[in-house]
């Protein structure tokens, strides 16, 4: 049964980088069937996509946030990793990962359960 | 963008209601359109995709219908574990958009 899991501090200071890293289990991050990507969502509110890399390391981000968001993939750990510089207060969300299909349209088929990250001083 | 309008945003109905969510796209998204379920504190679940496929494992009392930009989502007899938001989402462009969320409560 293939697992994912987020991991990273849960409070992070006003103008600094948020990064979460996901361990992927019970599945290979190398499958060509899938990319590999974060979403999250703000206390009470509705979703919000932040991008998607490839195993290759191919990546599409949300425009509202590109110039903030770097996502990045380790094939030998299993693992892909969300950094996000500049955070606000209005950065402060419950974090996802996921796997996205390549085909069919393109769903988010697994789910990590989120982890909260806040931004405050 | 494309944006994803839900609606209604929350509704109140009891146990055996037949239920419709509909979400409406800014633009044609052919049936690039997936339907999740969140419940509190936990992530979404996909249900549907593709408009009308019926992901694995969920209940036959949920059901997808549209394309274009009009889509619906169905629970035939709503059920008490039904109790949750539902969003819908796009992915006919490579910049995803969800809808708002439509919570369902009971009655």
């Known amino acids: 049964q293939l697992q994912l899991q987020e991991s990273g501090p849960g409070l992070v200071k006003p103008s600094e980088t948020l990064s979460l890293t996901c361990t992927v289990s019970g599945g290979s991050i190398s499958s060509s069937s899938y990319y590999w990507g974060w979403i999250r969502q703000p206390p009470g509110k509705g979703l919000e996509w932040i991008g998607i890399i490839y195993y290759s390391g191919s990546t599409y981000y949300n425009s509202s946030l590109k110039s903030r968001v770097t996502i990045s993939v380790d094939t030998s750990k299993n693992q892909f990793s969300l950094k996000l510089s500049s955070v606000t207060a209005a950065d402060t969300a419950v974090y996802y990962c996921a796997r996205r299909l390549t085909i069919s349209t393109y769903y988010f088929d697994y789910w990590g359960q989120g982890t909260l990250v806040t931004v405050s001083s | 963008d494309i944006q994803m309008t839900q609606s209604p945003s929350s509704l109140s109905a009891s146990v055996g209601d037949r239920v419709t969510i509909t979400c409406r796209a800014s633009q044609s998204i052919s049936s690039y359109l997936n339907w999740y379920q969140q419940k509190p504190g936990k992530a979404p679940k996909l249900l549907i995709y593709a408009a009308s496929s019926l992901q694995s494992g969920v209940p036959s009392r949920f059901s997808g219908s549209g394309s274009g930009t009009d889509f619906t989502l169905t629970i035939s007899s709503l059920q008490p574990e039904d109790f949750a938001t539902y969003y819908c989402?796009?992915?006919?462009?490579?910049?995803?958009?969800f809808g708002g969320g439509t919570k369902v409560e009971i009655k």
């Open positions: 989402q796009q992915t006919y462009t490579t910049l995803l958009t």
